[in-house]
C-alpha cells in the first residue's frame, strides 16, 4: 500500500519561500512510470495542479506558477519536495501531493491528506 504525507510549516510570511515534503512509502518515487505531482486547493476553490516530478527525475510545472515553483527530490529517503518563493496571501490552501502514471498524468491513484499553508504577516 502506497502512501504519502506532506510535511511542512503550517504558517508563512508573504515574500517568503514556502517548503513543502511528500514522504512516500510503499513504493520507490523512481519506479517506472510513477509521476509524482504537488497539487492545491485554495479555500473555495478547485484543485490546481502545480507541478510534477517524474521517475526519472525530470520536472513540469504549471505555467502559472513556473516562474515560482522549483520541485526536486531525494531517492535515499523517498521524498520530494515542493519549494513555491515570494509567497502571497493567494497562495493560502491545503497542498496535497499525488502519484499518477505517465499514461494518465491526471488520474491520481493516491494522494497526501494534505496539509494546510496559510500565508499571513
Known amino acids: 500500500q502506497v502512501q504519502l504525507q506532506e510535511s511542512g510549516p503550517g504558517l508563512v510570511k508573504p515574500s517568503q519561500t514556502l517548503s513543502l515534503t511528500c514522504t512516500v512509502s510503499?513504493?520507490?518515487?523512481?519506479?517506472?512510470?510513477?509521476?509524482w505531482s504537488w497539487i492545491r486547493q485554495p479555500p473555495g476553490k478547485g484543485l490546481e495542479w502545480m507541478g510534477a516530478?517524474?521517475?526519472?527525475?525530470?520536472?513540469y510545472s504549471s505555467p502559472s506558477l513556473k516562474s515560482r515553483t522549483s520541485i526536486s527530490r531525494d531517492t535515499s529517503t523517498n521524498q520530494f519536495t515542493l519549494r513555491l518563493s515570494s509567497v502571497t496571501p493567494e497562495d493560502t490552501a491545503v497542498y496535497y501531493c499525488?502519484?499518477?502514471?505517465?499514461?494518465?498524468?491526471?488520474?491520481?491513484?493516491?494522494w497526501g491528506q494534505g496539509t494546510q499553508v496559510t500565508v499571513s504577516s
Open positions: 516530478i517524474v521517475y526519472r527525475g525530470n520536472t
Open positions: 499525488a502519484r499518477s502514471t505517465l499514461a494518465e498524468f491526471n488520474a491520481y491513484d493516491y
Open positions: 510503499g513504493g520507490s518515487i523512481t519506479t517506472y512510470s510513477y509521476v
